[in-house]
């Protein structure tokens, strides 16, 4: 399966955006699926995650961030409210059934 992230950008703290995250190859792969987020000189993060039995988030982001999926286009959202400077990263969509990654996506929020 391929995943092909994009969404990312520049935006003013207080802002918003969304991020998508589309598969390609095999359906199944957004039935359980994460956002991840890496800043510079740290490690990797889980931001938020669903599976068929739950949905969790980072405590960092929980009542900012939703994510959500459409079935009909293979894609995986992530709505970001609120956003502020410790929100810069770049933001990684993960299949969690087949273990795959997408390219990445930059999101810098900066006055």
């Known amino acids: 399966v391929q995943l092909q992230a994009s969404g990312g950008g520049l935006v003013q703290p207080g802002g918003s955006l969304r991020l998508s995250c589309t598969a390609s190859g095999n359906i199944v792969s957004i039935n359980a699926m994460g956002w991840y987020r890496q800043a510079p000189g740290k490690q990797r993060e889980l931001v938020a995650s669903f599976t068929r039995g739950s949905t969790v988030y980072a405590d960092s982001v929980k009542g900012r961030f939703t994510i959500s999926r459409d079935n009909a286009k293979n894609t995986v959202y992530l709505q970001m409210n609120s956003l502020k400077p410790e929100d810069t990263a770049v933001y990684y969509c993960?299949?969690?059934?087949?273990?795959?990654w997408g390219q990445g996506t930059l999101v810098t929020v900066s006055s």
């Open positions: 993960r299949s969690l059934t087949f273990n795959s």
